[in-house]
């Protein structure tokens, strides 16, 4: 996946244009799903509070699986799954943080 910076800014942050379209084929043993981003989605990869950019960046190792959870949001696909979907394509691209991070998308939704 390609991402370009549009050199636009939503809420503070970074907005960034995928270039291709790319899928992602989400398998568990509960269901087989596959994740289409368009080209020309925009996202803002990892929605990080900004007095943690310093230490988690945006654009980490883990800026896929915010793109793919970003698609995913907008979609109608529940948000238990849509965070399950972002966690396990954390494991998938071997990110270190990534309960650190889907327990931060977790808790956000529940507080909003």
Same mark, same amino acid.
């Given at each position: 996946?390609? &991402?370009?910076?549009?050199?636009?800014?939503? $809420?503070?942050?970074?907005? @960034?244009?995928?270039?291709?379209? =790319? !899928?992602?084929?989400?398998?568990?043993? =509960?269901?087989?799903? /596959?994740?289409?981003?368009?080209? /020309? =989605?925009?996202?803002?990869?990892?929605?990080?509070?900004?007095?943690?950019?310093?230490?988690?960046? #945006?654009?980490?190792? $883990?800026? @896929? #699986? #915010?793109?793919?959870?970003?698609?995913?949001?907008?979609?109608?696909?529940?948000?238990?799954?849509? /965070? #399950?979907?972002?966690? !396990?394509?954390?494991?998938?691209?071997?990110?270190? &943080?990534? $309960?650190? &991070? @889907? @327990?931060?998308?977790?808790?956000? $939704?529940?507080?909003?």
């Amino acid at each position: 996946m390609k &991402l370009v910076d549009t050199g636009k800014r939503r $809420w503070g942050r970074k907005i @960034y244009r995928v270039e291709e379209t =790319f !899928h992602y084929i989400y398998n568990s043993r =509960f269901c087989t799903m /596959d994740v289409m981003v368009p080209r /020309d =989605f925009l996202t803002d990869l990892a929605s990080i509070p900004w007095p943690l950019h310093h230490i988690l960046p #945006a654009d980490g190792p $883990w800026k @896929y #699986a #915010a793109v793919v959870h970003d698609r995913l949001c907008e979609s109608d696909c529940s948000r238990f799954l849509t /965070d #399950a979907v972002f966690r !396990h394509k954390m494991q998938e691209d071997d990110v270190k &943080l990534r $309960w650190l &991070l @889907y @327990y931060g998308v977790r808790t956000y $939704w529940v507080l909003c």
